[in-house]
Structures are given as structure tokens and as C-alpha cells.
């Protein structure tokens, strides 16, 4: 059995777990895959929206993120059954060695029989993905949306003018380029202009809140920072078409 010692006499106290640990650690590693296909599947569901291709293309990467969500999920259930086992081994002491793999699958069996659907809903890229994909869909225009959101029949540079509000940052009064939303409060920002006002206010040992009209947040931190994909794409489709309107 990996992790044990080839002196091993039965006790626990000869149990080695870092070649388990370690195992352990790689696995982690295997999360940056799992990101990064992620991101791939939300960027081309993206590029679907904008291109106004047929739905049923835009569907096969959300269920892409539904499988990845899912594989995420597993990930982390076996993750914590692995740890929970050696921690509980750790603690009990046993006169025998126990069986390390069935008590890993016990465990994680244990977690996976709680899975849900809701899940999904503390799976921040997944989260990101929904939210992101439902806010091109409405700066793009698309008919579904304006039905949904009761806007149906709305002149189209109303829609556009209102559009144009979000695409000013709050701390430069300019249109932004790299936009990031706050995932607390929800008001987006220049990325640099942000950051710079964060790093400020941190070196005075203050907190740095959020410089939008009316919001009552007083804590932004770099980790509620996240990438506005959506919004950095509505800007440059609405720049193109300001572009060949002026032409």
C-alpha cells in the first residue's frame, strides 16, 4: 500500500503519509485544468452570442460548464474525503492499519450523495459564466431577453443610452477598457483605476469602498475583483458600431 513503511509492524505510528500527501497535492494541481477549460467554454459561448449563431450551439457549451461544474465538484469531494481520512487515522491511532481506500470512498460516496443542483450555485466561474452570458445577451439585444426582462417594443437607442451609463467607470468618469465587477456589490470599475485606489488606501492602513453614487459598500478587496468579460465585449461592440455609424 502506498504510505506505508516497508518496516511497518502494524501500528500506525509507522505510517508514512507523504506519498500520499503528495499524490494529494498534484491533484489539486489538476484544479488549473478544470479553470482554464472553463474559461475556454465560456469565451467561445461568448463568441456564440455575439455572433447571434443558432442557439443550439450556445446550449452545447453550457452544458460543457454543466460537465465541468460536475467534474469540479467530484474533484473536491474526493479531495476532502482523502484528507478527512488521513486526518481521522491521524487522530484515532488504530492498532491496525485500516483500509485507507475503502475508507476514501466511503467518505467521498458520503459527499456525492448530498449533490444537488444548487450546487452549482457556489461554483463562482459557473455563477460568472450565467451572469455574463444573460448580460451580452442584453446589451447585444437579443429578442429572448427583452422579452424577459419586459422591454419588448423599447426603442433600440434607449436601450443603447441606458447601455452607455454602465460603460463609464465610476473613478475615472471614462469609458473602460478592462472592466471588473465587484462580487459583493456588484458596481463594475476600471481594472487599473481600482487597483490603484485599493493599493492606496491600503498603504494608509485604511479600507478602500466603492467609489459608485450610493453604494454603501466599504470594503472592496482585489479578491472581489473578477473580469466583466461581458461588458468588456458590449463596449467594443458598441464602439464598432458607433465606428462604421460615423463612416
Known amino acids: 500500500m502506498p504510505g506505508r513503511s516497508s518496516s511497518n509492524s502494524g501500528s500506525t505510528g509507522f505510517i508514512s503519509f507523504s ?63 482523502v484528507q478527512s481520512t488521513i486526518n481521522h487515522v491521524k ?39 450565467k451572469q455574463q452570458l444573460k448580460e451580452l445577451k442584453k446589451q447585444c439585444g437579443l429578442q429572448a431577453d427583452r422579452e424577459a426582462d419586459g422591454t419588448e417594443g423599447v426603442d433600440e437607442d434607449i436601450i443603447v443610452t441606458q447601455s452607455q451609463t454602465n460603460f463609464t467607470c465610476p473613478i475615472t468618469k471614462e469609458e473602460m477598457k478592462k472592466p471588473v465587477k465587484n462580487k459583493v456589490c456588484g458596481h463594475t470599475y476600471e481594472e487599473d483605476a481600482i487597483v490603484r485606489m485599493i493599493e492606496s488606501r491600503q498603504k494608509r492602513k485604511k479600507k478602500a469602498y466603492c467609489p459608485q453614487i450610493g453604494c454603501s459598500h466599504t470594503d472592496i478587496r ?25 463612416e
Open 19 to 81: 506519498g500520499v500527501e503528495s499524490a494529494l497535492s498534484s491533484l489539486k494541481n489538476f484544479q488549473a485544468c478544470i479553470n482554464s477549460g472553463m474559461d475556454t467554454a465560456s469565451s467561445v459561448a461568448l463568441d456564440l452570442v455575439e455572433s447571434q449563431t443558432e442557439v443550439s450551439s450556445e446550449y452545447s457549451m453550457d452544458k460543457a460548464m454543466v460537465e465541468f461544474a460536475t467534474l469540479d465538484r467530484q474533484l473536491n469531494h474526493y479531495v476532502k474525503a
Open 91 to 129: 487522530e484515532e491511532h488504530p492498532e491496525k492499519i485500516p483500509d485507507l481506500k475503502l475508507l476514501v470512498e466511503k467518505k467521498f460516496l458520503a459527499l456525492q450523495s448530498k449533490n444537488s443542483d444548487a450546487d452549482f450555485q457556489n461554483n463562482e466561474k459557473f455563477v460568472q459564466f
Open 222 to 246: 482585489k479578491s472581489d475583483l473578477i473580469q466583466d468579460e461581458a461588458l468588456r465585449r458590449a463596449i467594443e461592440n458598441h464602439n464598432k458600431k458607433r465606428h462604421r455609424h460615423s
